[in-house]
């Protein structure tokens, strides 16, 4: 072999080399992230924990119930606001490919992926927190509720335009009404892709800070009412992880490690159940 | 319509009585009209439904930028155009520029960009090109997902109390100031968390080089490395410029994991190793504290500005995308 093919080969195995040392490296921050929330949060967490609220600086023990409640209830009442309008948003948009109204609706649903999350906190704190006298749980669901449209009109559009044509002129075909049409047949066969998508829109709000500062506010107390303001497990870790005390960083660790699970285990649930749902979002 | 909306039952009951020779009641007759007339109701009544819904994210998007202009004006009024270049931003003086935000902004997003493209192209190629099909390249994809999946205050949470102490360590070794929190740590931090949007496009655009191509250069006797080096890269370049495009809209408007690493100070970054703020940051901080109107309305401009700018970014990739994959 001449040197010169020895060199290019060389070339392409040092070049291989150094792809996957770099794919490698890669990872170990999730690994290294991974590692250290789940030791420093494993110790804080029983029952105690998530049962309690914080208790004030200096007093050993607290926990964290008034975040994890607050969250649930913020993200369920997102989801409950942000999936019908999602997903007939995404049927309007299988439905006609193109369109005057199509067209304007699919770019407002880019523009609105690409929305940093801390300016739907200040338009929300506009159309909301003012008129309504104060911060709310209620406001901050509505802007964990327009992140979560893109990601569900995405994600249903996709789903639908990839069930074949002939289902639904079937359908129609036996005298179905249109409605009757969507929601009984075309719906049922594509629900897979949607729940992955409603899923991974959950998982991506769950974590969301920015847009609940100016919103839901936080509170250190247990609060039900929707009109008041409200802690949630971002918040919470956002607030105590800043502060200088020792006893809140704890608890800090502790609810990072729930959030963490949280997002994470709806992310493989996602992947899992919906393999064969292959949608880009 | 009435043929469409015609029910199952009905028409099979109007049928029997034709075969039995028996004149249909008038009361079944009605009855049929009625639901009919119901089905084109709903049926009008769902359309009009998507339509007001398609409407609705419209709506969203042009109140979100008709608030953002609107509430922006005081400080538009009171600050004019300076309000970009300014290197003052003085809340007790009444005084508002930008300058050190926008500075801050571009720094971390584009030593966040720089830091990150070498690990997401490697992991494009793994994933394209080496690997990219088997357990190894499953778990490397599903690894390199989660890392977009973990919430920006734990990476913010994390890299304060474990890379913030490291890069202290680094600086006392460099002999500069050792601040740890600043600009530097950020972009550490950011690089992390866009590694996933370019790795992914970049291996889409991967998959997507026709075989032929890539069999004719082989059979030519060029190395992997050539292949990739003028075949692949030339015919991603764009789709890859696309993926980039996407991180950094992702970098501009990072909040939570900035906010908490860069230090949070008003003062021109002298270098990238002192703390800064960014855009973002500054509007978490300090839009509670804002007492006065224009005060508030200037940290509101600031949000317009990364509205803007993350939108025509975001676009131009979008668009790249598109047509890429058209052709």
């Given at each position: 072999?001449?040197?010169?093919?020895?060199?290019?080969?060389?070339?392409?195995?040092?070049?291989k080399s150094i792809v996957i040392f770099f794919a490698s490296v890669s990872i170990l921050p999730l690994i290294?992230?991974?590692?250290?929330?789940?030791?420093?949060?494993?110790?804080?967490?029983?029952?105690?924990?998530?049962?309690?609220?914080?208790?004030?600086?200096?007093?050993?023990?607290?926990?964290?119930?008034?975040?994890?409640?607050?969250?649930?209830?913020?993200?369920?009442?997102?989801?409950?606001?942000?999936?019908?309008?999602?997903?007939?948003?995404?049927?309007?948009?299988?439905?006609?490919?193109?369109?005057?109204?199509?067209?304007?609706?699919?770019?407002?649903?880019?523009?609105?992926?690409?929305?940093?999350?801390?300016?739907?906190?200040?338009?929300?704190?506009?159309?909301?927190?003012?008129?309504?006298?104060?911060?709310?749980?209620?406001?901050?669901?509505?802007?964990?509720?327009?992140?979560?449209?893109?990601?569900?009109?995405?994600?249903?559009?996709?789903?639908?335009?990839?069930?074949?044509?002939?289902?639904?002129?079937?359908?129609?075909?036996?005298?179905?009404?249109?409605?009757?049409?969507?929601?009984?047949?075309?719906?049922?066969?594509?629900?897979?892709?949607?729940?992955?998508?409603?899923?991974?829109?959950?998982?991506?709000?769950?974590?969301?800070?920015?847009?609940?500062?100016?919103?839901?506010?936080?509170?250190?107390?247990?609060?039900?009412?929707?009109?008041?303001?409200?802690?949630?497990?971002?918040?919470?870790?956002?607030?105590?992880?800043?502060?200088?005390?020792?006893?809140?960083?704890?608890?800090?660790?502790?609810?990072?490690?729930?959030?963490?699970?949280?997002?994470?285990?709806?992310?493989?649930?996602?992947?899992?159940?919906?393999?064969?749902?292959?949608?880009?979002? | 319509?009435?043929?469409?909306?015609?029910?199952?039952?009905?028409?099979?009951?109007?049928?029997?009585?034709?075969?039995?020779?028996?004149?249909?009641?008038?009361?079944?007759?009605?009855?049929?009209?009625?639901?009919?007339?119901?089905?084109?109701?709903?049926?009008?009544?769902?359309?009009?439904?998507?339509?007001?819904?398609?409407?609705?994210?419209?709506?969203?998007?042009?109140?979100?930028?008709?608030?953002?202009?609107?509430?922006?004006?005081?400080?538009?009024?009171?600050?004019?155009?300076?309000?970009?270049?300014?290197?003052?931003?003085?809340?007790?003086?009444?005084?508002?520029?930008?300058?050190?935000?926008?500075?801050?902004?571009?720094?971390?997003?584009?030593?966040?960009?720089?830091?990150?493209?070498p690990f997401?192209?490697s992991i494009?190629i793994f994933l394209?090109?080496y690997y990219?099909?088997?357990?190894l390249s499953?778990l490397l994809k599903?690894t390199v997902?989660?890392?977009?999946?973990?919430?920006?205050?734990?990476?913010?949470?994390?890299?304060?109390?474990?890379?913030?102490?490291?890069?202290?360590?680094?600086?006392?070794?460099?002999?500069?100031?050792?601040?740890?929190?600043?600009?530097?740590?950020?972009?550490?931090?950011?690089?992390?968390?866009?590694i996933?949007?370019?790795a992914?496009?970049?291996?889409?655009?991967?998959?997507?080089?026709?075989?032929?191509?890539?069999?004719?250069?082989?059979?030519?006797?060029?190395?992997?490395?050539?292949?990739?080096?003028?075949?692949?890269?030339?015919?991603?370049?764009?789709?890859?410029?696309?993926?980039?495009?996407?991180?950094?809209?992702?970098?501009?408007?990072?909040?939570?994991?900035?906010?908490?690493?860069?230090?949070?100070?008003?003062?021109?970054?002298?270098?990238?190793?002192?703390?800064?703020?960014?855009?973002?940051?500054?509007?978490?901080?300090?839009?509670?504290?804002?007492?006065?109107?224009?005060?508030?309305?200037?940290?509101?401009?600031?949000?317009?500005?990364?509205?803007?700018?993350?939108?025509?970014?975001?676009?131009?990739?979008?668009?790249?995308?598109?047509?890429?994959?058209?052709?």
């Open positions: 072999m001449s040197v010169h093919i020895k060199y290019r080969i060389g070339k392409s195995t040092a070049f290294a992230i991974l590692f250290y929330i789940i030791r420093e949060g494993v110790t804080k967490i029983n029952w105690h924990f998530l049962t309690h609220v914080p208790k004030p600086v200096g007093e050993p023990g607290g926990g964290i119930s008034n975040a994890l409640l607050g969250s649930m209830m913020i993200v369920a009442i997102a989801s409950v606001i942000a999936v019908p309008v999602g997903i007939l948003c995404g049927i309007y948009l299988s439905e006609h490919k193109t369109g005057r109204l199509a067209y304007w609706s699919r770019l407002a649903v880019d523009i609105l992926q690409g929305i940093p999350s801390i300016v739907i906190g200040i338009v929300v704190y506009f159309w909301l927190v003012k008129p309504l006298g104060g911060f709310s749980a209620f406001s901050g669901s509505i802007a964990l509720a327009i992140m979560m449209l893109p990601i569900l009109v995405r994600s249903t559009e996709e789903t639908l335009k990839m069930l074949p044509q002939s289902l639904k002129e079937a359908a129609l075909a036996l005298g179905m009404p249109y409605h009757r049409v969507m929601l009984k047949v075309i719906l049922p066969c594509g629900i897979g892709g949607i729940l992955s998508g409603v899923m991974l829109s959950i998982a991506r709000i769950a974590g969301e800070t920015a847009p609940l500062l100016f919103t839901a506010f936080g509170n250190p107390f247990l609060e039900t009412n929707i009109f008041k303001p409200m802690q949630s497990l971002p918040l919470l870790i956002f607030n105590y992880a800043t502060s200088p005390y020792e006893d809140w960083h704890d608890l800090a660790w502790g609810a990072s490690l729930v959030l963490l699970l949280w997002v994470l285990l709806l992310n493989v649930i996602t992947k899992l159940t919906t393999r064969k749902w292959n949608i880009q979002l | 319509m009435g043929a469409n909306t015609d029910n199952g039952t009905i028409t099979s009951k109007t049928g029997m009585a034709r075969l039995l020779n028996i004149k249909t009641p008038d009361i079944l007759k009605a009855k049929r009209i009625k639901r009919s007339h119901r089905h084109i109701r709903s049926e009008h009544f769902f359309r009009q439904l998507l339509i007001i819904m398609a409407l609705l994210i419209l709506v969203i998007v042009a109140g979100i930028a008709l608030t953002l202009s609107v509430e922006s004006v005081p400080s538009m009024k009171a600050m004019g155009i300076s309000f970009l270049w300014g290197k003052m931003w003085n809340p007790v003086a009444d005084i508002y520029g930008a300058y050190p935000f926008l500075l801050g902004t571009l720094l971390t997003s584009f030593l966040a960009l720089i830091i990150s493209i997401s192209f494009a394209g090109e990219s099909k088997g357990w499953t599903n997902e989660l890392i977009a999946a973990v919430p920006s205050v734990i990476y913010g949470f994390w890299g304060l109390y474990v890379l913030v102490p490291i890069v202290r360590a680094f600086e006392l070794k460099l002999g500069i100031t050792p601040y740890g929190i600043g600009i530097f740590s950020a972009s550490l931090i950011l690089s992390i968390m866009v996933p949007y370019a992914s496009m970049g291996r889409e655009m991967i998959r997507m080089v026709p075989p032929p191509l890539k069999e004719g250069a082989y059979s030519l006797g060029a190395t992997r490395y050539e292949v990739i080096r003028s075949i692949i890269l030339p015919y991603t370049k764009s789709g890859m410029f696309a993926g980039i495009l996407l991180s950094l809209g992702r970098a501009l408007g990072e909040t939570m994991a900035v906010t908490m690493i860069i230090g949070n100070t008003s003062l021109v970054p002298k270098n990238i190793f002192s703390p800064g703020n960014t855009m973002a940051s500054v509007i978490a901080n300090e839009f509670t504290e804002a007492d006065k109107t224009v005060y508030l309305s200037a940290l509101i401009e600031l949000g317009l500005l990364l509205f803007l700018v993350t939108v025509v970014i975001n676009m131009l990739g979008k668009r790249i995308i598109k047509r890429f994959t058209n052709e």
